[in-house]
């Protein structure tokens, strides 16, 4: 049987590596690769690499960054009294796209998960409480976790952890259906969600 040069194999069992993608789309991307510029294909090697290494999770929210604290923390303008709890970074980005929210976030990089084992000390609550111990400024958290039964669930348990502490919390009012995510949102829709939120 033929076999492709190592280079060429290389390269299809990297793009293997990416979600959703089997050998036949890999073989096609592989190929399409060696069609491209030059510059391009450096660029992209390039973009992978610093993607990589020069990102990191902010030292205050968590969200995903270039520079210590992010773009958002350091920004004295943001509405320092309100913090937004996500899931994800990504959810920062939907909510940053439709312009209507200018506090401050937190990312809890995953929710709690009885059936994957993921407990309080699994994801970034800590930092959240240490946060509104150290700010006083901080009058509301707004816990934006997807209406899924374990976004629920933490948001429950959150609300439990900060409202003695005497901060509003709310919640945000999901015209969204039952177990729709964040970062899949409209933004019209998005917009009713912060602004129509619920204390919890
Ligand atoms: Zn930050």
Known sequence: MLQYPEPIAKLIDSYMKLPGIGEKTATRLAFFTLDMPQDDVDDFAQNLHDAKTKLHFCS???????????????????????????EQ???????????????LYHVLHGVLSPTTGKGPEDINIKS???????????????????????????AMYLARLIKPAGIKVTRLAYGLAVGS??????AMTLIKAVEGRQEM
Do not use: F, W
């Open 128 to 154: 959240l409480l240490t946060r509104l111990q150290q700010h006083a400024e901080v009058k509301e958290v707004i816990i934006a976790t997807n209406a899924t039964p374990e976004g629920e669930s933490t």
């Open 181 to 186: 995510d964040i970062e899949y949102a409209d």
């Open 89 to 103: 970074p990504k959810d920062i980005m939907a909510l940053e796209r439709m312009n209507e929210y200018h506090g």
């Open 60 to 86: 205050i929210c968590g969200n995903i960054t270039d520079q210590d604290p992010c773009v958002i923390c350091s920004d004295p303008t943001r509405d320092q009294s309100r913090i937004l709890v996500v």
